[in-house]
């Protein structure tokens, strides 16, 4: 066969990545296929229907194979009962205190539910865990295995106690403040709550009132899981049971109540 071409006609393929797990798994990376049209004979490589003259020199044929994998499917109420939870499903769930940045132990979230009414559950594999079946909580979906690793080492300067602490609380996402009304009302200056009873703004406060510190912070991150709480979370039970005991108005009075109802 011969082909003409007035134009050269690069094609390129670079980072291409096909994971898929199982037997069915091919990882190609970095690679570069180019072809090149001339006006002699050449060879012609069919993809899709598409024809591209390839220099003899460079012939590349991957097969891609047709297969799927399901990561999270349906599980028996058998292998629901004998499979472990997925690692980091529970987190969410967990209260947090803003003000010293420790987790409490407590949980708002009831992540011990997993039970649908047809007793069966969501069972993920866990390519990290060889592919072990793992259970979800109901309230936990879009659970996904999300290998990132920052091989850079991040570091900063701070030149105030306030900055680093700061520093520290920016990683929170989510919108904490919401409905609480924590503007400062006279303006003469910032408020701060977040991380204001941590060990770091202890450390970091303590140090300034001797002396003039700078602090600096070195840190590397890896993500390994991804997942999100659903719409309609189960509450757990001893939460719901604070919250109903609440005092309906905060005043003088009821202060202690419900100081003590939210430690």
Same mark, same amino acid.
């Given at each position: 066969?011969?082909?003409?071409?007035?134009?050269?006609?690069?094609?390129?393929?670079?980072?291409?990545?096909?994971?898929?797990? =199982?037997?069915?798994?091919?990882?190609?990376?970095?690679?570069?296929?180019? !072809?090149?049209?001339?006006?002699?004979?050449?060879?012609?490589?069919? !993809?899709?229907?598409?024809?591209?003259?390839? =220099?003899?020199?460079?012939?590349?044929?991957?097969?891609?194979?047709?297969?799927?994998?399901?990561?999270?499917?349906?599980?028996?109420?058998?292998?629901?009962? %004998?499979?472990?939870?997925?690692?980091?499903?529970?987190?969410?769930?967990?209260?947090?205190?803003?003000?010293?940045?420790?987790?409490?132990?407590?949980?708002?979230? %009831?992540?011990?539910?997993?039970?649908? &009414?047809?007793?069966?559950?969501?069972?993920?594999?866990?390519?990290?865990?060889?592919?072990?079946?793992? &259970?979800?909580?109901?309230?936990?979906?879009?659970?996904?295995?999300?290998?990132?690793?920052?091989?850079?080492?991040?570091?900063?300067?701070? &030149?105030?106690?306030?900055?680093?602490?700061?520093?520290?609380?920016?990683?929170?996402?989510?919108?904490?403040?919401?409905?609480?009304?924590?503007?400062?009302?006279?303006?003469?200056?910032?408020?701060?709550? !977040?991380?204001?009873?941590?060990?770091?703004?202890?450390?970091?406060? %303590?140090?300034?009132?001797? %002396? =003039?510190?700078?602090?600096?912070?070195?840190?590397?991150?890896?993500?390994?899981?991804?997942?999100?709480?659903?719409? !309609?979370?189960?509450?757990?039970?001893?939460?719901?049971?604070?919250?109903?005991?609440?005092?309906?108005?905060?005043?003088?009075?009821? &202060?202690?109540?419900?100081?003590?109802?939210?430690?």
């Amino acid at each position: 066969m011969k082909t003409v071409a007035s134009h050269p006609t690069p094609l390129k393929l670079t980072h291409l990545h096909c994971m898929v797990l =199982k037997s069915c798994c091919i990882s190609v990376a970095n690679f570069k296929l180019t !072809a090149t049209t001339h006006q002699a004979t050449g060879d012609l490589m069919q !993809a899709n229907g598409i024809m591209f003259p390839v =220099k003899r020199s460079l012939f590349l044929l991957l097969f891609f194979p047709t297969c799927t994998f399901e990561l999270c499917t349906d599980g028996t109420p058998k292998e629901c009962q %004998d499979a472990g939870f997925a690692p980091g499903s529970n987190l969410a769930g967990e209260g947090f205190d803003i003000t010293s940045m420790e987790r409490k132990g407590a949980f708002v979230l %009831d992540m011990n539910q997993w039970k649908r &009414k047809d007793q069966a559950c969501t069972l993920c594999s866990n390519p990290y865990m060889k592919n072990r079946k793992q &259970k979800l909580p109901l309230s936990v979906v879009d659970w996904r295995p999300t290998h990132s690793c920052n091989a850079k080492v991040s570091s900063r300067i701070y &030149k105030s106690s306030e900055s680093l602490v700061k520093s520290t609380t920016s990683l929170i996402e989510n919108n904490w403040k919401v409905d609480l009304d924590l503007t400062n009302k006279d303006k003469s200056g910032s408020l701060m709550f !977040a991380g204001t009873h941590s060990k770091l703004a202890g450390y970091s406060m %303590d140090k300034t009132k001797s %002396d =003039k510190f700078s602090f600096t912070t070195q840190g590397a991150s890896c993500e390994y899981y991804s997942y999100r709480v659903s719409k !309609a979370p189960t509450i757990q039970k001893e939460f719901l049971d604070s919250v109903n005991q609440l005092p309906k108005v905060y005043n003088p009075q009821s &202060k202690a109540t419900t100081e003590y109802r939210l430690s």
